[in-house]
DNA sequence: AATGAATGTGATTGACTTTGACTGATATTG
DNA sequence: CAATATCAGTCAAAGTCAATCACATTCATT
């Protein structure tokens, strides 16, 4: 029988590796009974290391809202890789890049390969990831938010307002014609409001879901920026600002 | 018999070999007892020769610390335990606190109690730790120091610049009577310095083989902060500002 | 040689932890 | 709304643990 310790190791790396996986999955792979898995899992998931979610865990994602059911499900993430990999695309070798908290977003990374882009960040994974990759990263200074372990606050904003960057990447809970891009937490969605500013090139990542959906708190209007995601909504067909990711 | 320093030697080499083993195996490979194999482990355990778990032992997964590793072996979790048990008892309702990049600093996290205080820190790692055990936290902006995941710069020098600390631990590498306090980077030694000088009261966290050492960079006299060390050494006894962790 | 202090060992113990099966509650799907 | 899957909780059995004890060996002192 293995040690629980490795058990637990073996499935952090797993679920890192894969993005999502299921407990059916673990079960087999570890030969070990579900309650076993359910319990490392609730453990993980605790100490912060995964995401559980129904059905499995996902790995750690800054993500904008946990009340958002639809991102606590086990995906698939193909919509999304596809995304990013397009985002990832744009950046080019005298780029400053600011990237947002947020799982699409997460993905982008994956995808970059321009090592002499200097990106920043306000999301702690987001930063770690990056610079464990070999590119050059600031990460924005001030309060952590617990919940996403996403840097925001008076501080924040006062330290990106430092900055100009040359494009960005931005996550979203909502993109609809009159309201523009909304998000569940006023805090985040100022940061985003901010860094927007800053930037020249403006993208919104997002899979399609998100179309026509209102969160709370607006950060920019519908215009403001270009708009990535999977597939264009016959409703938004006429829009030049949407792009659809091959 | 074996030899128990050859048992506790193979102990060692098939931990790291396997990187996990469970006490049974221990037993089989060896020829020895239960009561001798556990006796080996929680020995090897306190040398941090190996991490003790339930069930067996796991080998030692050194983190990217570039200095620190060295110490890591020297001198393992109990004198810096004492010495972070006595520095988080300082801390105050009130307090703003300051806490630095380095190891025996994270060790403080583990014994803070005073949710009311807050706290800024440079390290990424300090930051989540503290914000999961649910303390108010600021993260210190700027750029992300690969080999330590540090922030420290330009921006991160500034950043610190706006705020004034109550209290503040920082780790070393070197006291020394005549050069003072030191460590290996100079970027690093940079933010040390100013955080310093923008805190009310300074503590310089350190295990007594640091005592008489010289780093490449000076970042703060001898006499500018107390020492908190497991055990002051006969060279230094007549100096007031070391205290000695009980 | 005899003594006894110091150390290393293995057996035994009761306390504690982990595990897998089971169960009724809850969520998801068609 | 019914069928199915997933969930958290409880339980007993198995596994693991630290503490203690008795015994053997070593080694310095008498």
Redesign the pocket.
Known sequence: ????EE?SERIVRLVNEKKSV???ELMEYL????????????ALDSRGEII?????AMAVTLKAHDDD?AER?ILFPEEKKRIARYAASLVTKDDFVYIDAGTTTEYIIDYLTEKNAVFVTNAVAHARKLTRSGFSVYLVGGRLKPSTEAVVGNSAAEFISKYNFTIGFWGTNGVNRAVGFTTPDPEEAEIKRISMHRCKRRYVVTDSSKFGAISPVSFADFGSAKVITEKIDSIYSDCDNIIAAD
């Open positions: 029988m293995m040690l629980a058990r299921s407990v059916q030969d070990a009974s579900e309650s076993t898995i359910r319990r490392d899992l609730a559980k979610v129904y059905g499995g059911i499900r």
